[in-house]
């Protein structure tokens, strides 16, 4: 039973490119998340998907960044026009159902993006 | 709305000593309360977790933590460190709610001197 795969695990973009980062859950798992790691700092929450909807998205920031999850196909993370700060590791999580009442949520081993 | 601080950006301890990670928590309602590992380059891995019942919580590798209402904390030990233990330490919270996200502290870098 294959894990939450995370692709690319490593991924280069020059300011102002664009960074696609791509999340299939685990198998049976329709719900996803996404976090960011930076450097000497936690994981903050980005946003909370399920399949066709975005339920919370509050920790997002307000330009250049989205997420879908499709009714078929990865979760996908885009980052428009990226400059040097967006550059983390960046983490999905998914769980069998929502991840409040303490459910585990299960990641992935995270894509690194670095702006040059 | 639920916060995390853990005490300690890094824990340096000689194998076979005891290990103790601080964490305390805020939440204005009943929390679930997480302990992650991170190995280098790795995602996170559950160690243990505490929902309901017994506030002693066994994990994996040997870990267990406590939940301690009255002091807000969720503090983890290791009686024994082994060098493969090096790694950063998440603990997180969420809610008695269903669409939470879970909340991590800063995390805590374990160093195993030999």
């Known amino acids: 039973n294959a894990g939450v795969m995370q692709n690319p695990r490593h991924l280069v973009r020059r300011r102002g490119q664009e960074a696609r980062l791509r999340c299939s859950p685990m198998?049976?798992?329709?719900?996803v998340y996404w976090y960011r790691q930076l450097p000497e700092e936690g994981l903050k929450f980005m946003v909370y998907l399920q399949k066709e909807n975005i339920i919370d998205e509050s920790g997002m920031p307000k330009e250049r960044f989205s997420a879908e999850f499709p009714k078929e196909g990865p979760s996908i993370l885009r980052i428009q026009q990226v400059v040097r700060g967006d550059s983390a590791a960046y983490f999905c999580?998914?769980?069998?159902?929502?991840?409040?009442?303490?459910?585990?949520?299960?990641f992935g081993e995270g894509s690194w993006l670095t702006v040059v | 709305a639920q916060s995390v601080t853990q005490l300690g950006s890094h824990v340096s301890v000689s194998e076979g000593a005891l290990v103790l990670l601080r964490c305390n928590y805020s939440?204005?309602?009943?929390?679930?309360l997480f302990w992650y590992v991170q190995y280098p380059n790795q995602g996170l891995q559950l160690l243990l977790k505490?929902?309901?019942?017994?506030?002693l919580v066994k994990g994996i590798n040997g870990f267990e933590a406590e939940f301690k209402k009255s002091e807000t904390s969720f503090h983890l030990t290791k009686p024994s460190a082994h060098m493969s233990d090096a790694a950063e330490y998440f603990c997180?919270?969420?809610?008695?709610?269903?669409?939470?996200?879970?909340?991590f502290g800063k995390g805590t870098r374990l160093s195993v001197i030999a």
């Open positions: 999580a998914s769980s069998p159902r929502t991840g409040g009442y303490g459910n585990t949520i299960y």
């Open positions: 997180a919270v969420s809610a008695d709610s269903g669409n939470t996200p879970l909340v």
């Open positions: 939440s204005s309602v009943p929390p679930y």
């Open positions: 198998k049976g798992h329709s719900h």
């Open positions: 505490y929902t309901t019942g017994a506030t």
